[in-house]
T-cell receptor
Framework: AQSVTQPDIHITVSEGASLELRCNYS??????LFWYVQSPGQGLQLLLK??????LVQGIKGFEAEFKRSQSSFNLRKPSVHWSDAAEYFC?????????????FGAGTQVVVTP | DAGVTQSPTHLIKTRGQQVTLRCSPI?????VSWYQQVLGQGPQFIFQ???????GRGNFPDRFSARQFPNYSSELNVNALLLGDSALYLC???????????FGQGTRLTVV
């Protein structure tokens, strides 16, 4: 079955430390891949997306993600975390053949930033 | 430019009642999608509309319905509310399908 998996439900990281959030997908073809961030009580903000081409994608707020076809992964990274990065992060895919823009989201990773 | 706007922001309803949620897409966007986000989970796809036609439906009961108007705004209706319908309902708009979607702040529905 098609799925998006975020293995880490919760991550705690110190301010200034690096952050990596994992995302794996299970689809027959390479889907369009996205990372969104959600602050408490808010909607979703797009951090970055991968459609094709360079497998290292730069996004907003200093985030980047790397697409690895062999591992069916699209992990999100940030070299130095700021307290304002505390939020929930969602990996999402769009499979265009029949989805007409239907996003499938992972369950999310809650990021806590400690001083 | 205004982003995606949803109304109301918060809503409390009683079991068995009906509710209508509203969404205005970004100007020029013709596609609107609806998602349900239960606390602690990722958003789940409910509907997508494009040019006023339903283009996709998620695995939700017939109590859920939606429509898109000529100005591309949209309404999501839920009948016979259950406690389990309590969630954040998100609307997303995009210029076309399968491209970047912009999400609204959501409507927090509480069913008591």
């Amino acid at each position: 079955a098609q799925s998006v998996t975020q293995p880490d439900i919760h991550i705690t990281v110190s301010e200034g430390a690096s952050l990596e959030l994992r995302c794996n997908y299970s689809y027959g073809a390479t889907p369009y891949l996205f990372w969104y961030v959600q602050s408490p009580g808010q909607g979703l903000q797009l951090l970055l997306k991968y459609f094709s081409g360079d497998t290292l994608v730069q996004g907003i707020k200093g985030f980047e993600a790397e697409f690895k076809r062999s591992q069916s992964s699209f992990n999100l990274r940030k070299p130095s975390v700021h307290w304002s990065d505390a939020a929930e992060y969602f990996c999402a895919v769009v499979v265009t053949t029949d989805s007409w823009g239907k996003f499938q989201f992972g369950a999310g990773t809650q990021v806590v930033v400690t001083p | 430019d205004a982003g995606v706007t949803q109304s109301p922001t918060h809503l409390i309803k009683t079991r068995g009642q009906q509710v209508t949620l509203r969404c205005s897409p970004i100007s020029g966007h013709k596609s609107v999608s609806w998602y349900q986000q239960v606390l602690g989970q990722g958003p789940q796809f409910i509907f997508q509309y494009y040019e006023k036609e339903e283009r996709g439906r998620g695995n939700f009961p017939d109590r859920f319905s939606a429509r898109q108007f000529p100005n591309y705004s949209s309404e999501l209706n839920v009948n016979a509310l259950l406690l389990g319908d309590s969630a954040l309902y998100l609307c997303a708009s995009s210029f076309s399908s399968s491209t970047e979607a912009f999400f609204g702040q959501g409507t927090r529905l509480t069913v008591v």
